[in-house]
């Protein structure tokens, strides 16, 4: 059964926002895009990398697939955060026993299919305690160890983000050089 798969995880997770004085806990952006693989536009869904190379992976994927040239010229660095996480109730979607369970076929590679992928996640949303699912990366589709975490924030309480993300840290700043 799906439920016996619902676990409780606590470890690290990266994020990364524009260089410059920002709230890390500042939620407000993470329902505004219409693009997004895991989520529609309006649901606040914060996404965490689960290592540096994952974090820079993404954001040069998103650099280069989903951000126009004049936006790009704007965003040449970003600062990394590192959180520690603690959440009650998560899914791991790089678990093959977890396709079966959601009866997903050619799971990861679905997942490249965002109509999929957010109707996967708008299933486990709707349907169960998660507040919290780890995907394949999609640039490390072959690596199912290299994990991206979609926290369910309307799950959560935002206005007290230090009840699972009790600690965060500077980590360090991603750089795009100009050409």
């Given at each position: 059964?799906?439920?016996?798969?619902?676990?409780p995880?606590?470890?690290?997770?990266?994020?990364?926002?524009?260089?410059?004085?920002?709230?890390?806990?500042?939620?407000?952006?993470?329902?505004?895009?219409?693009?997004?693989?895991w989520?529609?536009?309006?649901?606040?869904?914060?996404?965490?990398?689960?290592?540096?190379?994952?974090?820079?992976?993404?954001?040069?994927?998103?650099?280069?697939?989903?951000?126009?040239?004049?936006?790009?010229?704007?965003?040449?660095?970003?600062?990394?955060?590192?959180?520690?996480?603690?959440?009650?109730?998560?899914?791991?979607?790089?678990?093959?026993?977890?396709?079966?369970?959601?009866?997903?076929?050619?799971?990861?590679?679905?997942f490249?299919?965002?109509?999929?992928?957010?109707?996967t996640?708008?299933?486990?949303?709707?349907?169960?305690?998660?507040?919290?699912?780890?995907?394949?990366?999609m640039?490390?589709?072959?690596?199912?160890?290299?994990?991206?975490?979609?926290?369910?924030?309307?799950?959560?309480?935002?206005?007290?983000?230090?009840?699972f993300?009790?600690?965060?840290?500077?980590?360090?700043?991603?750089?795009?050089?100009?050409?």
């Amino acid at each position: 059964m799906l439920q016996d798969l619902i676990q409780p995880w606590s470890g690290k997770a990266y994020r990364h926002l524009p260089d410059g004085n920002y709230n890390v806990f500042d939620f407000s952006y993470t329902g505004l895009a219409n693009n997004n693989r895991w989520n529609i536009q309006g649901e606040q869904t914060l996404y965490l990398a689960g290592s540096v190379d994952v974090a820079v992976g993404e954001w040069s994927r998103h650099f280069q697939f989903d951000r126009s040239q004049k936006l790009a010229a704007k965003t040449k660095r970003r600062k990394v955060y590192c959180f520690d996480v603690q959440l009650n109730h998560t899914l791991n979607l790089c678990d093959c026993i977890c396709w079966q369970q959601l009866s997903l076929k050619d799971a990861p590679n679905c997942f490249l299919n965002k109509n999929i992928a957010r109707a996967t996640a708008q299933f486990i949303r709707a349907s169960t305690v998660v507040e919290a699912i780890f995907v394949p990366s999609m640039v490390f589709l072959d690596r199912l160890d290299k994990w991206v975490l979609v926290i369910f924030l309307e799950k959560l309480p935002i206005n007290e983000p230090l009840e699972f993300l009790p600690e965060v840290t500077d980590y360090g700043y991603l750089n795009l050089e100009s050409e």
